[in-house]
């Protein structure tokens, strides 16, 4: 069975046509197999039998962290790992019910500091035919990090993501070896103070964006630099799952490419929601919550004293309990565990604003693109989280891992939907203090193919855009919408539609009033706008915020 997460996301949220596979595989009565039970007094010898463990994951088991001791003997200089399973006898299993296991890989320095890869379910798969997956000092397979292979207490991890009602049976396979190495490669990491365009501006990019780690056929640097440039994105925030192996290789690919502005970063994969780290924090590798004491208020805070922007990722996708076992951990549950005002931004939008049965090539019953669905639930909660008092910027994301069609590259790759910034100068240190501050927008269909957005708020000698607050009870907003005639321009306050005018021009100018309302929240009363079409959203913009002073003064209208 494919894994959910290397599907494209267009066509994850087609699985929601198919509500018949949900009728599959359930209310299986077979009896729940014995709960994992590490298995120990296993040395791993250069150039000696391949280590083999096997076991079974009950339901219960769904959602924990399994670690399989082995030591590794003197002279070993590589490790290999393979692994796979398959359901217990029952019902067949679907992409709804079935059974999914991840392999991560601990060395000598303990089951917390010792991180030295994760693949998730995508590879060194025995049961599907794929090569181990590798460790050695100079090398290593995707997703994991070369270095020094010392001997000592080594942890093979099991993720158990979800298992099928029936349970299933695991194998696990490692070698150790002792071939010559050509030796550990300098680490070259970008440079995180690099200005790539001095110039203030809009800037595009896309805050969400898989590459060479996430998957086995993720594209080269090159490659993925390529579609990024097609997509017409300037910064490109690289946010592989779980790694940070790529920190220490990008520099000669930013340095080949200096006008871009190249922003290393990860995807925490919990199974509870995931976030991305936007900046490198090394040492901090830590994506296992419920795990000991880990938490992922933890890893917020520590990421957050490390420089990075901490945001969550496709908040309301593929609610559970439905969908738990398709998209392992994609629901975020982990409101109570983050800290709300430590959010930077938040994806309201994750891959194509439109669904198409035809980019996944299936025979689904949609004539026609319908409009993501679960956009509307994400930005019900960031509005929700903004009537709360927490100042989170709402960003887009493709979460693509690279594509290789070109018919399907605008639609599905890298920028199919952009956040546009607008920025002092193409720096990491102008980009994350405008993202914090709110001075963005979302062109939902890539920078190509959605309006622009320009919008002030005026009260007196007060002028602000996109994220500025006014201190005052009402104000005159000016939008003035670029490429957008025969859509929509929509007003909304504190979550509701307010008004919409048609956009008969190109530009289009449009001037209202707005004011303060009674069920304004600590940050004010918040007012944006947004662009749509007869299919979808074309633009969501961040709000300006009302908030009258305390003393009932406000500057002159």
Not at 140 to 149: K, L, S, V
Not at 470 to 479: E, G, K, V, Y
Request: aromatic content about 8%; charged content about 20%; overall charge negative.
């Amino acid at each position: 069975m494919t894994p959910f997460h290397a599907l494209p996301v267009h066509l994850r949220a087609l699985v929601l046509t198919l509500p018949s596979l949900a009728l599959l595989g359930c209310g299986s009565s077979a009896p729940a197999p014995t709960p994992f039970e590490p298995q120990t007094d296993a040395v791993c010898v250069p150039g000696g039998d391949t280590l083999a463990f096997t076991g079974t994951v009950a339901r219960s088991d769904a959602k924990q962290y399994r670690l399989q001791p082995f030591d590794v003997a003197p002279g070993t200089t590589r490790i290999e790992l393979a692994y796979g399973w398959q359901e217990s006898a029952g019902l067949p299993a679907t992409p709804l019910t079935g059974t999914t296991l991840d392999l991560g890989l601990y060395d000598q320095r303990g089951i917390r500091d010792g991180f030295r890869g994760w693949s998730g379910s995508r590879q060194g798969r025995l049961d599907q035919g794929q090569p181990p997956v590798f460790i050695q000092a100079d090398a290593a397979e995707r997703g994991y990090m070369p270095g020094a292979i010392e001997s000592g207490l080594w942890h093979a991890e099991l993720g158990v993501a979800a298992v099928s009602p029936q349970g299933a049976e695991w194998r696990l396979e490692i070698r150790c070896s002792g071939e010559a190495t050509a030796g550990s490669a300098a680490p070259d990491p970008v440079n995180a103070t690099h200005i790539a365009r001095g110039e203030p501006g809009w800037y595009h990019g896309d805050l969400h964006m898989h590459a060479f780690h996430s998957q086995p056929n993720g594209p080269s640097w090159e490659d993925f630099i390529a579609q990024s440039r097609a997509a017409g994105l300037d910064f490109l925030m690289v946010t592989e799952y779980v790694t940070g192996q790529h920190w220490k290789t990008l520099g000669s690919v930013a340095r080949a490419h200096p006008d871009l502005l190249i922003v290393p970063g990860r995807e925490i994969i919990t199974y509870f929601g995931h976030a991305n780290t936007h900046g490198e924090t090394p040492g901090l590798y830590e994506y296992r919550q419920g795990f000991e004491d880990v938490s992922l208020g933890d890893i917020q805070k520590k990421a957050r004293a490390m420089g990075a922007l901490f945001q969550i990722s496709h908040p309301t996708f593929f609610p559970p309990p439905l969908f738990e076992n398709l998209c392992r951990g994609c629901f975020f549950q982990l409101g109570d565990e983050i800290d709300w005002d430590a959010v930077d931004t938040i994806e309201v939008l994750t891959g194509p604003v439109i669904t198409q049965a035809e980019d996944a090539g299936l025979p689904l019953p949609l004539p026609v693109g319908i409009e993501n669905p679960f956009m509307q639930s994400a930005i019900d909660l960031w509005e929700e989280k903004l009537l709360a008092g927490h100042r989170i910027t709402a960003v887009s994301g493709s979460d693509s891992k690279g594509v290789e069609a070109e018919a399907v590259r605008d639609r599905v790759g890298y920028g199919s939907s952009a956040t546009a910034v607008q920025l002092d100068a193409l720096s990491r240190d102008a980009l994350f203090a405008a993202l914090r501050a709110g001075r963005a927008y979302i062109r939902t269909r890539g920078v190509d193919d959605s309006p622009e957005l320009r919008m002030t708020a005026t009260a007196g000698n007060q002028s602000v855009t996109f994220g500025g607050t006014l201190a005052t009870a009402i104000a005159t907003l000016r939008t003035e919408v670029l490429g957008g005639e025969g859509q929509q321009l929509r007003y909304y306050a504190n979550g509701r539609r307010m008004r919409s005018v048609a956009v008969n021009s190109d530009p289009f100018v449009h001037e209202i009033t707005i004011n303060d309302l009674a069920d304004a929240g600590p940050l004010g009363t918040f007012w944006r706008v947004e662009t749509a079409d007869l299919r979808a959203r074309t633009t969501i913009g961040n709000p300006v915020f009302l908030k009258p002073r305390a003393d009932g003064t406000n500057p002159p209208q």
